[in-house]
């Protein structure tokens, strides 16, 4: 019989592969692209930029209030960061589906900054996301040293990809197509 906590490490480890997955193959543009792009995939970038925005600042309030010892409060904010990424994680997929790559200019001087802050974001986006369920696990089954543990490496890396992916959005809009 498989412990429950085995059985959790690999669902969360196939979630993480298959949208990991998920993401390469969208946009290598392996899947055909609809003729017509809806009007809502131009808002976007937009629209992924605050979700994460907001879940950076939310992932700060979380922090403050277990420092405060409001548990409550603390396990209500991250779910609403975890369901706010969620959405993000569909809104990013969809847009990178249909849209086309928008490249940083090759003659910006800025370009080098540019490249050293997505390819960290992209790399620890992908690394976090068992991290981020694991540690929800843990916290919603009130493992809290397990969900301490977990949570050291978690959270900076979390609030850093949503931190960076503002940035790279801030970096990248104005060579948009659209």
């Known amino acids: 019989m498989i412990n429950n906590d085995k059985l959790v490490f690999r669902i969360v480890m196939a979630l993480s592969v298959i949208v990991f997955v998920a993401v390469i193959i969208l946009n290598k543009k392996i899947l055909p692209v609809p003729e017509v792009i809806p009007d809502f995939v131009y808002k976007l970038p937009k629209l992924n930029a605050m979700i994460n925005g907001t879940c950076s600042l939310l992932l700060l309030l979380s922090l403050y ?26 809104s990013y997929i969809t847009y990178h589906w249909m849209m086309p790559e928008t490249t940083f200019p090759l003659n910006n001087p800025l370009r080098p900054v540019y490249l050293i802050i997505l390819i960290s974001h992209i790399v620890l986006a992908a690394l976090v996301l068992p991290l981020i369920l694991l540690s ?23 609030l850093y990809v949503t931190i960076t992916g503002v940035i790279v959005y801030l970096m990248i809009s104005p060579y948009y197509p659209f």
Do not use: T
């Open 136 to 158: 929800f696990h843990k916290g919603l089954q009130n493992q809290v040293e397990k969900h301490k543990k977990l949570v050291r490496w978690s959270f900076p890396i979390w």
């Open 65 to 90: 209030m277990i420092k405060q010892k409001n548990i409550q409060v603390h396990k209500k904010i991250n779910i609403i960061a975890f369901c706010l990424s969620a959405v993000f994680l569909v």
